[in-house]
Each structure stands twice: as structure tokens, then as C-alpha cells.
């Protein structure tokens, strides 16, 4: 008789377990309509802290770029849209906690959405998932842009009226492109071209690094390599020549092809006048006019105290033991496996 009631019991619990599994499996379905309250589940014995957004931009008629407060213990995020009725809809699943910013997509153009982002953990011995709570007032963006000149320039705005200082993803994919090199300030700018009207479009910004006798002129874009020796047995990834020995390169690495040997002190002096006379740029920014800029794109070198029409970008300067460039493509597991900070998308 024991036996028959043991055998009720495990068996009790057992399915018990099944239809939990089974549960989390239809919750975690994308595109699956939540209310509130399936957002929780509770685990007496195991907590997950909580996540909130920090800011959302548009990135594309279709995407957004989300901020997040990054939870220390997660495995990775749900973000939600929330509907007036309070009933919730699964976006996408972030399934690592590399980067406290990701790229949603497949939104729809002209909506407003109402996001919510909650982080969730593996259980390690059950497989189990662990949700935790949520900012309830989450945030509120519209997913609409709206472009205005002003001083000879078309800006992309979004619906709260902030300017987007990426607007690579709203222009056609054959777009031609221009790129001003401001040596007094260490940026530079790309600038598409408007029909007629010229190359008016800012399209975004990178530091750089010239030197302070870089010379100024127009010039029109050379040879480009994936790899180059540069002087005093440096090297660099992706370069192009502006003109005579003068290039766009990547700031310095101490050997040849390889992504691991980054002259961390020299990439520190990024957004300052560092060069022997080309302009130095982070591997996204060498690799961008590598992908985009076919030989002969226009290149305009000047000197001038406004920084540019998006300002002058941050630079995160690096630890002495971090040898490779966080941009770099070709190095971007190397902060995964080492757990930095940089955002990479």
C-alpha cells in the first residue's frame, strides 16, 4: 500500500514537471500574446535582479536599437510590445548578455510601441527558466522619421524630434558617398548623395587621428587594401589611399595580419592629432570606406573649430591587456570570451 502511494506521488510529480516544461515552451513561442502576469513565475529558491530600458533609437523603417541595464546573472532577454489592453507580444529573444544594446527587428513602420525587456536565466541542474521582474512602465517609442534641411542639409529626425545620427539603414543600398576629414577636430563625417542637390545627407560620424600638418584639399579615393605596411614596422587592416603615401588606415598594429597584436596605446589616441600624416580611424570605420567607397569617391580634407554636424563621438579607451581593436569584425568574439564592455552590432 506504501508502495502504491509512492508511486502516486512521484508519479504526481513528474507530470507536474512536464506541463511546467511544456508551459514555458508555449510562453516563450515568438509572436506569442502574454497578459502581465505570465511574465512572472516564481522560484522561492532562486532569484533573477531586474532590467530596465535606458534608451531606444531608431535604426531602420523596421528596427530599433535598444539600451538596456544589464543584469549581472542573466542568460539573456525577452523584450516585449505592450498593448493598450495589457496583453504583451514576444518581439525577439536576446540569447546572451554580451552587449547592454541590441538591434530589434521586424517592426512595423508608423507603429508606436510600448517596450518591455526582462532577463531570464538557465537553471544549470533543471534546464529550467528563470524570469525576472520588469520595469512596468517600460518604453514608449514611435517607429516613424520625418526628414528637414537646415543650412544646406537634409537631417532624419524621429518622432520625438531628436536627430539620428545613423541613418546608413534609410538610404538605398547603391547610395554614393563623400567623406570629410575635419583634422582640427578629429572627426570624420560621411555624407551621401541627394539627387541633384549634392552630397547634403550626414550620414554618421567616427573619431579619427591626422596629424597637425595632414594637408588640406580635395581628393578623390585610391588603391585599397585588406592589409598594409605602414612605417616604423607597423601594420594596419583595411586601408585606402587618399593620396600619395597618405591613407585612411587603422590605428597601428605591431604585427602583420594579425588582430591580436593592437598597439593599444597608440588606438588610445583616437579623437587627438596622433598621425605622421594619415588619418587613423577604428577598424569599423576603415572597413566601412573599404565595403562602401569604390575607388574615385570624393575625399575632403579641412580644418575647422565645429566639430561636425553630428559633434564630435566618445571614445572608450582601452586596458594595456586588451590587444585588438573592440570594433574590429574579425575580433569581436575576443570581448565575448573576455567579457568587455564594447557594444558590437
Keep these: 500500500m506504501n508502495n502504491h502511494h509512492e508511486y502516486k506521488r512521484k508519479s504526481g510529480i513528474v507530470i507536474a514537471a512536464i506541463f511546467t516544461v511544456v508551459s514555458l515552451i508555449v510562453l516563450l513561442l515568438p509572436g506569442k500574446t502574454l497578459s502581465a502576469s505570465d511574465l512572472h513565475t516564481d522560484y522561492p529558491s532562486q532569484s533573477i535582479g531586474e532590467t530596465s530600458i535606458k534608451k531606444v533609437t531608431i535604426r531602420s523603417k523596421t528596427s530599433f536599437i535598444v539600451t ?128 541633384r542637390k549634392g552630397y547634403t545627407i550626414p550620414v554618421k560620424s567616427f573619431l579619427c587621428s591626422p596629424s597637425d600638418h595632414t594637408a588640406s584639399g580635395t581628393f578623390r579615393l585610391g588603391t585599397k587594401y585588406r592589409y598594409r605596411t605602414l612605417f616604423y614596422n607597423s601594420y594596419s587592416q583595411w586601408t585606402a ?27 588610445n589616441k583616437l579623437g587627438t592629432a596622433a598621425s605622421h600624416g594619415c588619418v587613423r580611424l577604428q577598424c569599423v570605420a576603415v572597413k566601412w570606406i573599404y565595403d562602401n567607397c569604390p575607388g574615385g569617391t570624393k575625399v575632403v580634407i579641412y580644418r575647422r573649430k565645429k566639430a561636425g554636424p553630428f559633434g564630435k ?20 568574439n575576443k570581448c565575448r570570451k573576455h567579457g568587455c564592455s564594447h557594444s558590437i552590432r
Excluded at 529573444?93 to 527587428?105: E, H
Excluded at 593620396?243 to 588606438?267: A, C, Q, R
Design 68 to 195: 538596456i541595464k544589464k543584469v549581472k546573472d542573466a542568460s539573456g532577454y525577452y523584450v516585449y510590445d505592450i498593448s493598450e489592453d495589457g496583453n504583451l507580444t514576444k518581439l525577439t529573444t536576446i540569447k546572451d548578455n554580451f552587449n547592454n544594446s541590441f538591434v530589434v527587428k521586424g517592426l512595423e513602420y508608423g507603429h508606436t510601441y510600448h517596450l518591455v525587456v526582462q532577463a531570464y536565466k538557465k537553471d544549470k541542474k533543471t534546464g529550467a527558466i528563470i524570469k525576472g521582474t520588469y520595469d512596468d512602465n517600460g518604453f514608449t517609442k514611435k517607429l516613424k522619421i520625418k526628414t528637414k534641411y537646415k543650412k544646406g542639409l537634409k537631417f532624419y529626425y524621429d518622432a520625438d524630434g531628436k536627430v539620428i545620427k545613423d541613418v546608413e539603414h534609410f538610404l538605398p543600398k547603391k547610395t554614393q558617398y563623400m567623406l570629410k576629414v575635419n583634422t582640427l577636430k578629429c572627426v570624420m563625417t560621411i555624407y551621401a548623395k541627394d539627387g
Design 241 to 267: 589611399v587618399i593620396h600619395g603615401n597618405i591613407l585612411f588606415h587603422t590605428t597601428p598594429y605591431k604585427s602583420y595580419g594579425n588582430n591580436n597584436s593592437l598597439d593599444v596605446k597608440e588606438y
Design 313 to 332: 563621438p566618445k571614445l572608450q579607451k582601452l586596458p594595456k591587456w586588451h590587444k585588438w581593436d573592440p570594433t574590429d569584425p574579425t575580433a569581436k
